[in-house]
């Protein structure tokens, strides 16, 4: 029983990341209706700015971390900027590989500065937490902090904000919200940058978790963040983070009881099957108009 | 050896792979006609080449029946595949070709009888120039033909509009799961091709990636004509063997290169719309033709340099 | 006087489908112009190149006059004063009715002027108000339209362009709306209103233009078009049943 909770925890905390990557995928669809390929290339960016950061500067962790958040957002911002915007209103798979071009040269481009071999970012935080034998080691405390921070602060600000609001409308109905006096690029750029910072997030926080950053670390979020948003369905933002969070408890599930190899598949099926239960994701639909 | 041999089989060996590789993507454009969104092509090439190889490699089967067992395997794993995601919002129907995709790659991992993770080796090298391009030529004129067909209306009607082809009489869900069978079967034929050229076929080759790849290659080129494919399959084949820099470098232009293109012609490169009737299409024949020029120059000038 | 929208020899096309040809209006200060023709003229197209919603090909669009607005983002052009009640009301759906309000008045900063006005679309529609927190797809056809029409007004617009108002709507919401076209008309705000309902359109409006196929082909007063033969023959003739 301890064991499964220890699965449980460790899976909690690896979702979280999954979580807020989706988020950022799933709201930069449901506002621009684009599929940003290059949206996890910008968590590796997250990744190798604490990485250059650590290793050049400091290693103070309120610096690294908001550097690497801001690297991450910044990319996104270009990436708004030379593939999002010009293909927005478009076919869904112009986006597609406009991003997906960009995506291809942010991989090689970190491969050309940072070689292929990972490399080591050199944060430590000391010490863990037990609660009832069940382990949590600060770091992953730390970074599953950041990943809700992140959550409730995309929450409010699109809840709650005058901007965010106009995001809402836009999603809905872009051509009613410019009329009204929306300028739309300015919501582009603004979704495309708190997603890719939240990408950023993950990135960043996964770097220390494993103390390593390698070029091609966005695969790892790609597939499975885009199954948590068309699982989830695009309506709610809560429903991508019990997604996400789910995703990651289930693959520990399965690679701690069954096979770490079986791992992908089964949690593949399982979101398979819930899909095909509910063609329109679990929590709403992503289909407009 | 001389550097103009080195040099020939050189581009030969590109240009086997660009054919095969055309091949593959015509299957994309076959089932994409009725509006399916597909990652699953690399997949199902590598179902055909698993079939394939293994029809020749432990059946002493000869060339013809592996490529007509890959096919068929690839025709039935599309049928499924297509009947299971019809119902289905596009996005959530790529979606389950991904994990159909993903699935494959497991599958081909654990069975110790495919080989594992070194993947099916000892096959039989069959595949030759001449085979390739004959089956591509084939395939181009089947496939035309297959667009002016009333099959080929209805893929199109039920990608259009599913809603106004159902009203019609068109029976949507047998039309796409039947298109999108026979691409999977066009893709798993290149399969069998390739593998009796590479002699070898790994896991890797059947995942998202590779899918998405071919997913790319179709639209870039056009995924509303025929040559749209088969210029897409091409031309980013060779492109970046003409870009002769380091690997990522010449990633990075390719990528940069797909980024631009679409961003100009979104709508593919190749359309019914003639080349030259707008200035985007100029811009692409111009960067084209100066590609070509780099294609002589540069295959004559630093023959050999990579592999 | 000075035309506050004037139009000149607009068109626009849909890539290679072309919908407008060559079209003149405009509307001076205070006025009610009604825009008439059959489905598929054009209204909502002219409509939404004044908006910058769509590209024009050609012309000029001066709003207001002397100053040339077609190619500045839509943003901008509504910054200047242009309110819309978009065809099929269009609201937010999401969002709650307050919500609907508040973008009316993305662009005002002052808080106080944007409560006045909420205010004000209270008094104007007392529906609204008993609906402010609900989300504003779960209301009824009518408050929806209402909806929309004070949401357009939450910027204070000068010109109010109206896309079919009275579409969908039970005879006796009809009659309201043009009542209430007369009513924000009357606190000076221009109004240029698409409609298929010509007879009603043609009772509140003081000028009126005849589109069909996407050229104007008649326009005058409201006696003018409604003894004109075009007007029978693209319009009442076909409605009148
Ligand atoms: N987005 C679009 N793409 C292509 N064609 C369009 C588009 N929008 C409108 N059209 C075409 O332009 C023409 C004019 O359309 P518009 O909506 O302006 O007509 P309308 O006068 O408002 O008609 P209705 O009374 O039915 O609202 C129609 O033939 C329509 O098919
Ligand atoms: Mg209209």
Redesign the interface.
Known sequence: MEQFFQQVVNGVMVGSSYAIVALGFGLTFSVMHVLNLAHPETAMVGAFAAFVVATLFTTNLLVVIPLAVLAALLAGLLIERLAIRPTRGRHILTSFIATGGLSIVMQNGAQRIFGVDPVRVAVQVEGVQTVGGVIASNMQLMTFGLAVAMMVGARYYVRNT?WG??T??VS??H???????????RVSQLTVGLSTAMAGAAGVSLALLHSQATPFMGAIFGTKSFVCMLVAGNRHIEGIMFVGILLGVLEALVAGYISASLRDMVAFGILVLVLYLRPAGIFGSYEHD | MPLADISLAYWNTVLIFAGYIAIITLGQYVSMSSGSLSVAHAAMAGAGAYTGGLLTRDFGAPLPIAMLGGALVGFVFGIVLGFLSVRLHLLVAGLMTLAYSEVMVVVAFSLDYLGGANGLTGVPALTSFWLVYLMLAVLVLAIWRYDTSRLGYAARACRDDPRAAAAMGINVAWVKSLTFALGAAVAALGGVLRIHYTLVETPDGLGFYQGMNFLILAVFGGSYVVWGAVFGGFTLTVLPEILRFSAADRYILYGAVLTVIIIVRPQGVITRVPLGADGGARWAWRLRKRLMARLVAGGAKRPGEER | MSALLKVTGLHVAYGPARVIHGVDLEINSGEIRALLGANGAGKTTIL?AI???VRAAQGAIEFPEGRLVRGL???KI??LG?G?V?EGR?V????SVY?NL???A??EHDQQKVQQRIEEMYKLFPIIETRRGQIAGSLSGGEQQMLAIA?ALM?APTLLLMDEPSLGLAPRLVRDVFELVRTINQRGVSILMVEQNARQALRVANWAYLLEGGHIVGSGTPTQIEQSDAIKRAYIGRQAS
């Open positions: 005058r609001r106009a809402r409308a809905e109905k051509e009613v919200a410019q009329a009204l006096g929306v300028d739309i690029n | 939404k908006l910058g919603l983002p839509p943003h509504a910054a242009i819309w978009p269009q937010f759906s999401t969002l919500d508040l973008m009316g993305f662009n949401r910027s």
